[in-house]
């Protein structure tokens, strides 16, 4: 039953998601102009929500791990799968933005500084998650669900690495103290990037679901 | 004879080259306030902001497109052996 209501909110989901992220280039050019960066500053609109899915998607895979690891439940194996994949794709999303805003802001495309080098980091370890469950062979599933838990108790330290370490990027005080104009462009922005992140996780569940049912099948065929 | 041939493409490439440095214009020896740099030193936002937006978008759009094909292959491969396995208790 929650499965079928899951799949009947999928679609407008989908369409909201989808008009949401369509909309959201007007929504920031409207946003107030920031005046110490200019027109790059815009970037941030994208950037930012881009690891707020990165980190849901950390965080759904590293607790779906740990669950497969200590009950062995093939579910929440598949969920850590969908997840990571999602951390990829939009850890990549937020690697590509943050040079291209940097380019502009710091004169550089890259600093290997903490926050910078701790990012690209959790990304290769997501990373090297999926190449070890498509080339690892048998018992690759445990070994890369002991990673994702690993690649989750980094994120604390991706996230106040700003405050603690002399960095080159902005600390984490920029969202709570951002003004008025751009507030409601960044907060919408995150909900459409959410929203995004949900939909493409039901779709990627749903994948695995399928491929499970079809291993089975096959096995069905074999006897 | 080949070494020949090498020094005399990087003399040319040399030569083909000069004008480029000969025309580069000297840099600022003392302090030149942002506002009255030249516009070549200003790094336009635009392309960055739109290559930005643009990679969102492609790399977006391609997951949604692969999560498809994959759906969409797996699906088919389901039903196939959905059918022969219907089919072979159907018989017995």
């Known amino acids: 039953m929650p499965a079928r209501g899951m799949r009947r909110a999928f679609v407008p989901l989908a369409i909201l998601a989808g008009a949401m992220l369509a909309y959201s280039p007007v929504v920031v050019a409207d946003a107030s102009y920031e005046p110490t960066m200019g027109l ?18 950390v965080f759904t895979c590293g607790i779906a791990s740990a669950v497969y690891l200590v009950r062995q439940d093939p579910r929440a194996d598949r969920v850590a799968v969908a997840a990571a994949e999602l951390a ?64 989750m108790a980094n994120v604390p330290f991706v996230y106040v690495s700003v405050n603690i370490w002399r960095t080159i990027h902005p600390t984490t005080q920029v ?7 751009m507030r409601g ?27 499970a049912r079809l291993d089975e099948l096959h096995l069905a065929e074999g006897e | 004879m080949r070494m020949l041939r090498r020094c005399a493409v990087f003399i040319s490439s040399l030569l083909l080259t ?50 498809w094909r994959r759906l969409g292959k797996v699906e088919s491969e389901m039903d196939a052996l959905e059918r022969r396995l219907g089919g072979r208790t159907g018989t017995r």
Do not use: N
């Open chain 1, 40 to 57: 790059v500053q815009k970037i941030f609109y994208y950037h930012a929500p881009s690891w707020f899915a990165m980190f849901t998607a």
């Open chain 1, 88 to 151: 990829t794709l939009f850890g990549l999303l937020g690697l590509v933005t943050g040079p291209l805003w940097a380019r502009k802001a710091w004169g550089v495309w890259w600093q290997w500084d903490a926050r910078l080098t701790m990012a690209l980091l959790l990304e290769m370890i997501f990373l090297a998650y999926l190449l070890v469950r498509r080339y690892g062979g048998p018992g690759s599933d445990k070994l890369a669900a002991a990673m994702a838990v690993f690649g």
């Open chain 1, 175 to 181: 969202v709570p103290t951002l003004g008025p104009g």
């Open chain 1, 185 to 211: 462009a960044f907060w919408y922005c995150v909900l459409a990037f959410m929203l995004l992140y949900s939909v493409l996780f039901a779709a990627r569940v749903r994948l695995e679901h399928d491929r």
């Open chain 2, 18 to 67: 000069a004008p480029a440095f000969a025309q580069q214009p000297q840099p600022p020896t003392g302090f030149v306030p942002v506002d009255q740099l030249p516009a070549t030193e200003s790094l336009p936002a635009a392309p960055l902001i739109i290559a930005a937006y643009a990679f969102v978008w492609v790399a977006l759009f391609v997951y949604l497109l692969s999560i």
